[in-house]
């Protein structure tokens, strides 16, 4: 397997626009998460979901987020209308144990709001 | 909440030395403790976990040791080498399907040559 798939690698936008960031898990494993990294905040869970469906969404940070999960292939991250303090590295993961085991990480896309 | 903290958050260690990296959790009950290591431009990376029936935990030149009497859990790589230059975020949980896991603020880890 590939392993977890995110793209695009970068993302430069204005402020204002809408953002979509993309994810295909690890084939087979249940559990999908979306995480934003920062210097001053760290790695921060922002949703997760459990075969497709959104199970807890407690870390996404205001309505401007949404994520879906459509099938067990494919996820979504997106921030409408993106603002510079999006600006961040947001991964996605996958699991087969849940949400307080193994998770395998992608490598990311380093978002920038200007 | 619960919380997990990390400590040093930068380490500088000559390549061949050893090098220690403490963490201690609030939550009594987590009884799962995975290590991640990210490299520049990468995502985390699991290296070695613990679960809190076992005191350590050996990986080659990796181990974690574990005190869940004082909540504290450490990793040591011995024998460092410029790959190990990364860093590197403690993490725990409670290892069921609706426990999140909490991770460190990371430790930036140095190799000098």
């Known amino acids: 397997d590939a392993g977890v798939i995110q793209s695009p690698r970068h993302e430069v936008t204005e402020m204002g626009q809408e953002v979509t960031l993309r994810c295909k898990p690890i084939?087979?494993?249940?559990?999908l998460f979306w995480y934003r990294q920062t210097m001053m905040r760290g790695l921060e869970l922002l949703i997760y979901f459990n075969n497709n469906v959104p199970i807890d969404d407690s870390g996404m940070p205001e309505d401007r987020f949404s994520a879906k999960m459509p099938n067990a292939s494919f996820s979504t991250l997106k921030i409408q209308p993106s603002e510079p303090r999006d600006s961040a590295v947001y991964f996605c993961?996958?699991?087969?144990?849940?949400?307080?085991?193994?998770?395998?990480f992608g490598q990311g896309t380093r978002l920038t709001v200007v | 909440g619960e919380n997990v903290e990390q400590h040093p958050s930068t380490l500088s260690v000559q390549e061949g030395d050893s090098a220690v990296i403490k963490c201690t959790y609030s939550?009594?009950?987590?009884?799962?403790f995975p290590w991640y290591k990210q490299e520049l431009g990468k995502g985390p990376q699991l290296i070695i976990d613990?679960?809190?029936?076992?005191g350590e935990k050996k990986d080659q030149r990796i181990a974690v040791t574990l005190n869940k009497t004082a909540k504290h859990f450490s990793l040591h790589i011995t024998e460092t080498q410029p790959e190990d230059s990364a860093v590197y975020f403690c993490?725990?949980?409670?290892?069921?399907?609706?426990?999140?896991?909490?991770f460190g603020s990371g430790t930036r880890l140095s190799i000098r040559p």
């Open positions: 993961a996958s699991s087969f144990t849940g949400p307080g085991g193994e998770a395998f």
């Open positions: 084939s087979g494993h249940d559990y």
């Open positions: 613990i679960r809190s029936n076992v």
């Open positions: 939550d009594s009950a987590s009884n799962y």
């Open positions: 993490a725990a949980s409670r290892y069921s399907s609706a426990s999140k896991i909490i």
